[in-house]
Every structure is written in structure tokens, then in C-alpha cells.
């Protein structure tokens, strides 16, 4: 293998930093093109397998494909690591990606077919040059990224904005080339306490932990400071369904997790693509976190030996293979023959503790050639007065629940589809209740279910196994006293005591947040009007999970889950700019005449 280095020139004459893998002898062969933030030469902590799980550097992976014949291009995305240029986050890498994909079709070494793969950053560099269905492009494989519409996950969720991007900015403005080249910004942001800022919102232009990186800081309080769903959020980087229709019409995998934060990105592109009959989409969705596809425990659960990808793939290098052997090759190895929709159903475990201290919740792999599944049924589960969940209809008249949301005292978040967010929190699956060392918890560390601001809304034990698989939305009718509040909703699977869990074991599955200044219409925020009932729509990210019977169905109500999101001050205040907080008084409905439901697909019984 030989590497040749290239500084390649885009429309606007700035040039970025790329690496050209090639095998011996002459060529030309298809190609395999990563774009990244992270470094094209550095250590990708993706890059393992369950066999090795030790991340490999990008040039080892290079090796990998090159000695099954393909050249291998990696690239550093404007303004990072050798790249010139100015980096400003998602938005230039669809332009970018189109450039390097004609600069790779006029080389030597390139028979005109390219690949493109990667994780995260480097999934949303692909989405964004597919749009623009750059020449030679034959084959994607986008890993948990690849934004189908970043206001509703990745950057914002129901207008709220996902503090993984403060998290992120910061971490990577430690790395940027003008922090290596000045010793003194270095010195001044590896000198901040990232854990204490957090505990200090709402942060300030000019006076974040961001501050000494001004370029960072910038785009992050641009991001955040722009709530309303207009043109801005439609942009080329960040919209992927604004393309749908003209995307490349090529094979791609489109890959996600319960704990990441872009299960809705793959299941939106993957249906998206086929509506529009662009390519031959496929989906993959396991238990991980994000990234993590070849561990089987997270947070604090285990899923068993079937929750990798290389239980059925062989592994991940593997997989990507073979994929790109029947697409950039055209071997015969049966590639189109295989499901269209890979997820792994969560559950059936024994629900003991493992040696290693996990929760034993198990789960087993399941196919089929749509999403949701053909058969699925959307059952409404309406939410009663006296806590229950149930698919009854509710009481004629019925008070309504009231509790105080206090942004000075947020519910904290336990887990969930978190990245980016260390070292203030991790995700994953864990028992809804705090506990001590954890961001946001107190004494005396009691379940979530406890607070007054979090209502519980919970079936019976059930008495047969029932199998949630799709999308989940809860259709509420509220009211507060402030012009704006968070309404937020979380699934959760509760295991029963038992000799291991006396208290039992409330596993979240997945959460939605709707900030209700855009109830009606995001891109023409609204406030509300004080003790008005309103009917509004909380969208969770979809799930699949097994509810054993025993188990209960839960579904808790609250107003913040901080550190996950920034807090609502409640004032109606421009977001990313209050200054103030104030407690609000909210309400949730749930009478025949103002009835609130949660939605949940139910999976059909498994063929055979």
C-alpha cells in the first residue's frame, strides 16, 4: 500500500487535506471516500469490531479495504486538522463532498465508481454530498448521521436545542488548528471546568467556556439562538428530506440506535429515499449507543450476545465489504437479496443482575422489508386521571393534573440518546431514578417518578407479551400560566421487583420534547395563552422493545430534561438570550372532551 497526500482545491479555491490509499500496480480501482472533522490520520474510536475492540487508526482501515482492491480517500473537512478554510459546522460539506467526489473521478487511480462511509460527522458529510448527486458516487453507508431535518434531531428536538452541541463545540475547539497554533488559547480553554459551566445557565456570548474560540462559539449561539423552523433550518447539510426527491439513486444503508441521537435521521431517509424511489435504501437498527455497534451493554443494561452487529454480519468491516464488493464490484454475493430493514427488538431477558452488575433485558434480532412493519397497528393508550395507561377511553369529566416547572430545578436526565456530552453525562438505558455523582441529582436520590413535577402514567402488569416496534407520539392537551414551557414524554419499560431489583427496574426507552411557543407553526413561534387548553404533539424518537408480560407500560410527563436540553426560562424570552426564570404553572387534560393518548405501534406477531 502506498499513500499519496493531496491538497485539493474547492470551487471557492479553498484546499483540503487528502489522503490517497492505493494498492500496488497500476489501477484504476473503485473507491472509498470518508470526509471527517476528527482527523484523517487519527485514531477512530468507531473502528473496532467485537473481536478487536481496539479502535484502529484511519490508515489501518485504509489498509483493510486496499488489500481487497479498492483506493481509499480520506479527508479533512474545511477549517479541521490540515484543511484550509474556516469551519463552520454541517454546512459547507455538501458543496465540499461534491468537489472531492469530481476531483476523485478525473484521477488515474479511480474507475469512475466511489463509495463513501463513516460515523456521526462523517454519516452527515455523506448525506450532504448525496444531495447534490455528485459524478461517481455509487455507494453510501451513512453510521448514525446523515441529518434528515436537524430541528427535529441532532441539533433541536421540538424546537428545543440538544446541549450536546455546547458539549461538542467546546471539546472540539480544544482540538481546532488555531487552538494548536496558539499556545495561549489552549492554555485558556483547557483551563475551564466544562461540569461547572453547565451548572451556570444561560450562557453569554463572549462569556461561555467557549469564549476563547470565538469562530466555535459563533456558530454554537447561532444554532441555538435560532429556534423558529424557517429557511434556515432547510439549508443543504442539515435537511436531508429537502432532497429526497433528487437524491442520489444509489444502494445505501442507513444505520442508527435506540440510544443515539439518530434513529428518527435513518428512518426518515431510508422511507424518504423509497417514496421517491431514489437508490435502494436499506435500514439497520440495534440497542447501542452511538456508535458502539459491536458492544452488547450500555448504560447500565445488558442485551445479550445477539445485540452486536457482527452476531449476523460477521463484523463491521465485514459487512461494509461486502456491501461495496456488490456495488462498486458487482460480485454476485447476494447483497440485494437481503432484508431491507434490520432491528433489534429489546427484551426477553431474565431480568436478573449479570455478574457485571447489569440488568439482564436481552433481545434478539428482527426483519423485514418496510418500516414500520407491515401489520403494525397504532394503538391509543389514553392517559387517566388516577395514573392509569390504558387503551379504555377516559371518564366523561376528569380534573386536570397541575405541577410546577421550576427552571431552577430542572428534571435531570438519566440516560437516554445522548452523545457528545461527556464529561458532564453519558446515555444509554438506566433506572429512572437519581443518584449520587450524577449531573442535576440531589438528596435524597429517589426515582424520578417521585417528583412532583414528573406525572406517571402507567398500565397494569400485563398479563401477555406486547411488542412496541416504530414511532412513538404523545397527543396531549395542556395549559400553563407563562407564555412558553417544555412539555417532554419518555417511554419507559418497568420491570417488576424481583430478589435482584427489590424495587424493580424502570428502563427508559425513548423521550420526544415539544417547546410550545411552536406548537402550531415552528417556523412562526407563538406564545401561549395563559390557561388556555391546547392540543399539542410530543414526537418521540421510534423504539423496539418486547414489554414481557408482569411488565408495565410507563409513560411520565414533566417540563425539562436538563442536562439533555437548555431549560426553558418560561419568560418568552428570544431563545439562547434570557435572562430571567420564572415558575410555571402547567396542566395536563385528560377527560373525553380534552382526551390525552399515547400512540404505540404494535408490531404484528414474527412469521413462523
Avoid at 490520520?41 to 488489500?67: G, H, I, K, L
Avoid at 461538542?168 to 495561549?184: G, H, I, M, S, Y
Avoid at 445479550?304 to 458487482?330: C, H, V, Y
Avoid at 431474565?350 to 440488568?359: A, M, Y
Amino acid at each position: 500500500m502506498r499513500r499519496e497526500e493531496f491538497m485539493v482545491a474547492c470551487r471557492d479555491g479553498v484546499r483540503l487535506a487528502t489522503d490517497v490509499y492505493l494498492p500496488e500496480g497500476d489501477g484504476p480501482w473503485p473507491v472509498i471516500l470518508e470526509r471527517t472533522p476528527y482527523g484523517k490520520r487519527e485514531v477512530s474510536r468507531s473502528e473496532r469490531t467485537e473481536a478487536d475492540p481496539t479502535p484502529q487508526r484511519r490508515e489501518v482501515m485504509a489498509a483493510y479495504f486496499v488489500q481487497h482492491g479498492y483506493a481509499v480517500v480520506y479527508q479533512d473537512c474545511r477549517g479541521r486538522y490540515g484543511s484550509e478554510g474556516e469551519f463552520i459546522k454541517y454546512l459547507s460539506d455538501g458543496e465540499d463532498g461534491f468537489d472531492c467526489c469530481a476531483w476523485i473521478v478525473t484521477q488515474a487511480f479511480c474507475n469512475g465508481r466511489i463509495g463513501t462511509m463513516g460515523l456521526s460527522y462523517a454519516a452527515h458529510t455523506q448525506a450532504a454530498l448525496g444531495c447534490l448527486d455528485p459524478p461517481g458516487l455509487a455507494a453510501q453507508i451513512l453510521d448514525s448521521g446523515g441529518f434528515s431535518d436537524a430541528w427535529q434531531g441532532g441539533i433541536r428536538r421540538g424546537g428545543a436545542f440538544e446541549l450536546k452541541q455546547a458539549s461538542w463545540a467546546f471539546n472540539q475547539a480544544l482540538l481546532a488548528p488555531e487552538t494548536k497554533a496558539d499556545p495561549v488559547r489552549a492554555a485558556a480553554l483547557k483551563a475551564e471546568d466544562l461540569v461547572t459551566w453547565f451548572h451556570r445557565f444561560p450562557w453569554k456570548r463572549g462569556h461561555s467556556p467557549v469564549r476563547h474560540a470565538p469562530d466555535y462559539e459563533d456558530y454554537l449561539f447561532e444554532q441555538w439562538e435560532h429556534g423558529a423552523r424557517d429557511d434556515y433550518w432547510q439549508r443543504l447539510g442539515i435537511f436531508a428530506m429537502g432532497w429526497h426527491d433528487r437524491y442520489a439513486a444509489v444502494p445505501s444503508v442507513h444505520m442508527s440506535s435506540w440510544y443515539d441521537p439518530y434513529p428518527r435521521t435513518a428512518t426518515e431517509n431510508f422511507c424518504g429515499l423509497r417514496e421517491h424511489g431514489r437508490g435502494t435504501p436499506s435500514l439497520i437498527l440495534g440497542p447501542w449507543t452511538h456508535g458502539n455497534r459491536s458492544q452488547t451493554a450500555f448504560g447500565e443494561v445488558e442485551f445479550g450476545p445477539e445485540a452486536t452487529i457482527d452476531s449476523w454480519a460477521g463484523d463491521w468491516r465485514a459487512f461494509r465489504l461486502r456491501f461495496f464488493d456488490r456495488w462498486l464490484k458487482e460480485s454476485a454475493n447476494g447483497v440485494e437479496d437481503e432484508p431491507a430493514v434490520r432491528v433489534f427488538v429489546m427484551g426477553g431477558g431474565s431480568g436478573r443482575r449479570t455478574e457485571k452488575g447489569l440488568l439482564d433485558h436481552g433481545g434478539r434480532w428482527r426483519s423485514g422489508s418496510d418500516w414500520p412493519f407491515a401489520g403494525t397497528r397504532m394503538a391509543r393508550f389514553h392517559l387517566h386521571e388516577d395514573g392509569r395507561l390504558a387503551e379504555a377511553p377516559p371518564a366523561a369529566e376528569a380534573a386536570p393534573l397541575e405541577w410546577d416547572s421550576d427552571p431552577r430545578h430542572p428534571v435531570p436526565t438519566i440516560g437516554g440518546a445522548i452523545t457528545s456530552m461527556e464529561p458532564v453525562i453519558t446515555g444509554g438505558p438506566m433506572d429512572q431514578r437519581e443518584r449520587e455523582g450524577h449531573f442535576g441529582c440531589r438528596p435524597p436520590y429517589l426515582p424520578l417518578a417521585s417528583r412532583a413535577d414528573v406525572l406517571v402514567f402507567q398500565t397494569p402488569p400485563l398479563e401477555a407479551d406486547v411488542e412496541v416496534i416504530g414511532p412513538v407520539t404523545a397527543e396531549l392537551w395542556i395549559a400553563t400560566d407563562a407564555p412558553d414551557t417544555d412539555i417532554t414524554a419518555k417511554l419507559v419499560d418497568v420491570h417488576p421487583a424481583s430478589a435482584d431489583y427489590p424495587q424493580g427496574f424502570a428502563m427508559n426507552l425513548c423521550e420526544g420534547i415539544l417547546r410550545c411557543r411552536y406548537r402550531d407553526d415552528p417556523a412562526a413561534p407563538s406564545p401561549m395563552v395563559a390557561g388556555q387548553p391546547t392540543r399539542i404533539t410530543v414526537e418521540l424518537f421510534p423504539t423496539a422493545n418486547r414489554f414481557l408480560a408482569g411488565h408495565r407500560i410507563r409513560l411520565d410527563i414533566a417540563s425539562s430534561e436538563f442536562p439533555h436540553y437548555d431549560v426553558n426560562p418560561q419568560t418568552g424570552e428570544p431563545e439562547g438570550a434570557a435572562r430571567r426564570m420564572r415558575v410555571a404553572v402547567n396542566s395536563l387534560f385528560c377527560d373525553a372532551g380534552r382526551p390525552s393518548a399515547l400512540l404505540l405501534p404494535l408490531a404484528p406477531p414474527e412469521a413462523g
